[in-house]
């Protein structure tokens, strides 16, 4: 299934980086390798300030485009942990 583009922003992909839509429909990053005990920083480099829908997953393509695809069609189990 082809994912659907959103937004064209043509913000450039860095390989040191993960790239990711946050809450506020933003494309923010982290550094892909972090040390241990270090406050993870959110760095936000793009606000396109779009509205995620429900029912879709979000994402930065390799032309640093925002996509999504239809999470919907798909059955997601709840994995619940087993009492010892």
């Known amino acids: ?3 659907e583009l959103v ?7 860095d390989k040191n980086y993960i790239y990711f839509v946050d809450d506020n429909g ?8 972090m040390t241990p005990g270090k406050k993870i ?12 829908e429900s029912g879709y ?6 032309q640093g ?3 999504r695809n239809d999470f919907s069609k798909y059955q997601v189990q709840k994995v619940t ?4």
């Open 26 to 33: 933003n494309i923010s990053r982290i550094r892909e390798i």
């Open 1 to 3: 299934m082809p994912s």
């Open 41 to 52: 920083e959110v760095e936000v480099i793009y606000k396109s300030k779009i509205n995620k």
């Open 65 to 67: 485009n925002i996509c």
């Open 7 to 13: 937004k064209k922003t043509g913000v450039r992909v």
């Open 81 to 84: 942990k087993k009492k010892k």
């Open 57 to 62: 997953v979000y994402f930065i393509n390799q």
